[in-house]
């Protein structure tokens, strides 16, 4: 009987260790991040620059899709299979 609460002791304090430990790993996590910063400009000018950097991505892969569909493309692929 006493064996019993000595194991489930054991397997109750190795559970709340390990949930304490991975709510510390999201902890320094979040820190790295800044989040809950209390200066929010930081994280509002990251995603003004991401959303600028996805842009100006997707103007470029218009453009490839655009060299790719033309009816030149496909007759100089043509060509050089030849």
């Known amino acids: 009987m006493e064996n019993e609460y000595v194991l489930m002791v054991i397997m109750v304090t190795f559970i709340i ?14 820190r790295q991040f800044g989040v809950g910063a209390a200066d929010d400009s930081h994280l509002k000018d990251k995603v003004t620059q991401l959303s600028l950097q996805n842009q100006a991505l ?22 050089n299979q030849l």
């Open 58 to 79: 997707i103007e470029r892969v218009q453009v490839l899709e655009k060299i790719v569909t033309e009816p030149e493309y496909e007759l100089k692929q043509q060509i």
């Open 17 to 30: 260790g390990m949930s304490a430990t991975e709510m510390f790993k999201h902890y320094l996590k979040a």
